[in-house]
């Protein structure tokens, strides 16, 4: 029986015999698989940008399964060329790399582990609007270790893989063009709801970014709360990029409207709340005015006899 320290100098005599020529083609191997990836990937997106929504969705939800198995290709053959170089020390080898997974690797890992999630079981693909943490945005790539996520501020997230263990996802749209928008408008609490609600139902319907039908319908809401009155709408656009230009277009439309109708914003309540000083000065002046009215009147005292 070989003790644990024999096999392990076994192996450090077999690390400083592998040769640079086989370290330069495992690195090598790694080096396509990833410039393969990203080219395929690269080319591959800008070709859905020339499809239809739906033609887009469905080529995009490839994508990264292709990167994975090309990945996957490349770990074989990296695999194999270790196989050749260790033998029958690769069982030491597997756990002297568990160890570093364990200690200093394990956040990589478990990225890894959370990208191989994502593409399978596809919580949201590229192309979706998903909000993860204190993350929202367009979903551009998934990759081994990170998805990028493109923010209504134009910035480019990357967000681990594996906040998918650690996190709730919401998808917006899960897999397909279509999107539900919510658009709130306050209005003060006296105009007139019934003319607000017909603005806002016209300026929904008329907008050319709304896509409308029996699966998606426009739904009309409105609340009447203490200072103002909140009329909501929700419908869908037809391709989800349109989000914000749907929003702003229906706003715009709607205040026109309600300017001409008389509708007005809520104004602005501010309770008259006297501050600390001002109300110690009054504290001390009624006790000041209280005092004086109970100090006895010396002139209006006389003796009785």
């Not at 592998?18 to 990833?34: E, G, R």
């Amino acid at each position: 029986m070989v003790d644990g320290n024999t096999s392990r100098e076994q192996l450090l005599e077999i690390f400083k015999s592998v040769d640079t020529q086989t370290l330069i083609t495992m690195a090598l191997i790694f080096l396509i698989a990833y410039v393969l990836g990203r080219v395929i990937t690269i080319i591959l997106l800008k070709l859905t940008e020339k499809l239809s929504h739906t033609g887009r969705i469905k080529v995009e939800v490839v994508i990264p399964i292709i990167k994975f198995v090309i990945y996957l290709i490349a770990f074989y053959f990296i695999f194999r060329e270790i196989f050749k170089i260790f033998g029958p020390e690769i069982f030491l080898l597997a756990g002297l790399l568990g160890a570093a997974i364990g200690f200093g690797l394990k956040d990589l890992f478990s990225d890894i582990v959370g990208g191989l999630v994502i593409t399978f079981e596809k919580p949201y693909q590229i192309g979706d609007k998903i909000s993860i943490g204190n993350y929202y945005g367009e979903v551009t790539d998934i990759g081994l270790r990170a998805t990028k996520l493109f923010t209504p501020d134009a910035n480019v997230v990357t967000a681990p893989n594996s906040l998918i263990f650690k996190e709730t996802v919401a998808s917006a749209n899960y897999g397909v063009s279509e999107m539900m928008v919510v658009i709130d408008l306050y209005i003060a609490g006296e105009s007139h709801v019934e003319t607000a609600m017909r603005i806002l139902w016209e300026a929904v319907v008329s907008s050319k970014y709304v896509y409308i039908s029996r699966e998606r319908p426009v739904i009309l809401l409105h609340k009447a709360l203490p200072f103002y009155t909140r009329l909501r709408a929700k419908a869908y656009v037809n391709d989800l990029r349109d989000q914000f230009k749907f929003e702003s277009d229906v706003h715009t439309r709607a205040w026109i409207e309600f300017q001409k109708n008389g509708i007005r914003a809520p104004q602005l309540h501010i309770l008259n709340i006297p501050s600390i000083e001002e109300k110690y000065e009054s504290d001390t002046t009624t006790r000041r005015n209280m005092g004086s009215n109970l100090r006895p009147n010396a002139g209006g005292l006389k003796d009785s006899k």
